[in-house]
């Protein structure tokens, strides 16, 4: 909460109008009865003045009540909605910068669902905090007045304030533990729901819509049941505290109506308590209210926060320096790697050394860890043991922008936004000239494709735009790592859905673009190999042979076995 603290103070001005809105209109409002109470017994009983000031004063009082309260409202709004787009942009912000590694390991519809609702939680709570404010005040001055006023039925009339707060506090303790439980329930529907409509295809291909229905149906209720829970609660107690200020209100009549038959107070007194009591109803509601709303808040404030605090595991270390224009050697010195910090190896004492300007072909069973190196090389975690370096630089010590930069990198499914064909593949350079954006296209082979398409470079791609066959998205794909014109080139099976004609074509470009650029090429044909001077076979998470193509046909029982895997073209 001290830091949601930090979040406001960055709108001071508006907090501060808002907060003089509430002080100022729960003054006005603690006002009224004291009014009432002389119209009744220095006019009405006693005509001991004329009628008309104070009524001009009630206006007065009643317009100066709805100014602040447009202040409160207003400026309240403006902070709570400010807060939130704050939290909004710090989160996705922060998701941005967080490692692929640790974000791999999160539930996406998780997260997507805390960004929301908890922002929209924090919201509800800030939207809520003047109107408490001015409550507050109203509270402590009306009590002020009425004990001024007559003491002994203040106390009568004031008792039942502490059931009031008791009742609140055991069901704020109450209510807390569900409302949370279900909030991580919503969470999980969105995830099921999202994962099974981005897996239309496959559950249709495979006919389990009922079981995707059942696994919706199971979530649902389990966030209902929770929910429920929750309601179940807050009608248990959410009554009593509503029935406690009629009580109070109840005593009021019988104990005021005696005191005023009996000459103890007059009926102008009796009148304004009477008001107050009706005015403290509606506070001592809301307290009820905003405990459960806090509550809820408070959870969502952890978690944004916690989701805040999140280290990522890989960022630039207090020393990292700019790595300068690169010549482009690259290095894997013996290193061993377990996705998650440890488990199984991926990579097992892995070494390899390419020399700037080399194209290096990798070959390998599935699973043999390729993918995995490259998963290094662009340092999306850090190995375990060994060192990757560029340059002689260990990646470590670099920062992670100017490596980035230098290193283009396709893969085999890479993500396209659905923005234009142009915006995709000018994605790393926004600037870029349009002349460069087409040659990186016609590099890629995918210049005579684009130009077919409905608006040309303009097309929009992707989700809701045109969807591209596989081996279009990767020739948009490889375009795009081409035009950062990287020191560094890695294709991961970056053209494996692109049919063996159009790749010829793409090869035949691509010998141009990877003249003098280090590349390392992960093979899914034989056709890649040929692009390739050397060749390196992996195998569990290690570099086992070495050499070209005519060398490891001759000695390397593997390379053969592989070679005879592979796509004959
Ligand atoms: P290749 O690219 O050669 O097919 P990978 O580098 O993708 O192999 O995989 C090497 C090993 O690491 C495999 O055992 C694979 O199961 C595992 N692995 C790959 N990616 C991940 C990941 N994101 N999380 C956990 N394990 C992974
Ligand atoms: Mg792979």
Redesign the pocket.
Same mark, same amino acid.
């Given at each position: 909460m001290r830091r949601l603290w930090g979040y406001m103070l960055r709108r001071r001005g508006a907090v501060t109008l808002s907060l003089a809105g509430a002080a100022l209109g729960g003054l006005a409002q603690a006002t009224v009865p004291l009014a009432e109470r002389q119209i009744v017994n220095g006019v009405i009983i006693t005509h001991r003045s004329p009628l008309w000031p104070w009524l001009v004063l009630m206006v007065g009082l009643a317009a100066a009540t709805f100014g602040f309260a447009y202040l409160r409202r207003y400026y309240g709004g403006r902070v709570a909605l400010g807060v939130q787009y704050d939290l909004r942009n710090a989160m996705h912000d922060h998701l941005q910068r967080m490692d692929a590694a640790t974000l791999?390991r999160m539930p996406t519809g998780q997260l997507v669902g805390r960004a929301n609702s908890d922002a929209t939680l924090v919201q509800g709570l800030l939207n809520f905090f003047p109107i408490m404010s001015s409550n507050v005040l109203l509270v402590i001055l009306s009590i002020g007045v009425m004990v001024w006023l007559s003491p002994l039925l203040s106390v009568v009339s004031l008792v039942l304030l502490p059931a009031l707060a008791i009742l609140s506090y055991r069901m704020r303790s109450r209510v807390f533990p569900a409302s949370w439980d279900a909030q991580q329930r919503e969470g999980e529907v969105v995830q099921i729901v999202d994962e099974g409509l981005s897996g239309v295809r496959v559950v249709k291909a495979f006919g389990q819509e009922r079981r995707e229905l059942e696994r919706v149906t199971r979530a649902a209720e389990g966030l209902y049941g929770s929910q429920m829970r929750a309601v179940r609660l807050q009608a248990r107690f959410q009554p009593v505290l509503q029935a406690i200020p009629g009580l109070g209100q109840a005593a009021i009549l019988a104990l005021g109506g005696w005191m005023v038959l009996h000459h103890r107070i007059s009926l102008g007194t009796f009148l304004a308590f009477s008001t107050y009591v009706a005015q403290l109803v509606a506070p001592a509601q809301r307290l009820a209210s905003l405990m459960t709303i806090a509550q809820q808040a408070r959870a969502g404030v952890e978690r944004i926060f916690q989701l805040l605090d999140l280290e990522p595991g890989i960022a630039d270390a207090p020393a990292a320096v700019a790595l300068p224009g690169l010549r482009g050697d690259v290095e894997f010195r013996d290193v061993t790697f377990g996705? $998650?910090g440890g488990g199984?190896a991926?990579l097992d004492g892995f070494s390899l050394e390419v020399r700037a300007g080399q194209r290096v072909a990798l070959v $390998?069973p !599935?699973?043999? $860890?390729? !993918? !995995?190196a490259v998963f290094l090389l662009e340092r999306f975690d850090d190995p375990q043991t060994g060192a990757v370096l560029v340059d002689g630089h260990d990646l470590r010590d670099v920062t992670l922008a100017s490596l980035r930069r230098q290193i283009g990198v396709a893969f085999e499914d890479s993500f396209l936004f659905s923005e234009s064909v142009r915006d995709n593949i000018s994605y790393s350079r926004p600037d870029a000239p349009f002349e460069e954006i087409v040659a990186a296209a016609r590099a890629a082979g995918a210049h005579d494709f684009i130009r077919a398409l409905p608006d040309g470079y303009d097309t929009t791609v992707g989700e809701r735009g045109l969807s591209l066959s596989g081996g279009q998205r990767q020739r948009v794909a490889l375009a795009r790592a081409l035009l950062g014109k990287p020191r560094i080139l890695v294709l991961d099976d970056a053209t494996s859905a692109v049919d063996a004609t159009t790749e010829e074509a793409v090869h035949a470009a691509l010998r141009e673009v990877m003249a003098g650029r280090t590349t390392i090429l992960v093979a899914h044909r034989r056709s890649t190999l040929r692009l390739a001077e050397r060749i390196v076979v992996?195998d569990h998470g290690r570099v086992v042979e070495d050499g070209e193509h005519d060398e490891l046909m001759a000695r390397s029982e593997l390379y053969r076995a592989l070679l005879s895997g592979l796509e004959d073209v």
């Open positions: 791999q996705y $998650g199984e991926a $390998g !599935s699973g043999s $860890g390729k !993918s !995995s992996v």
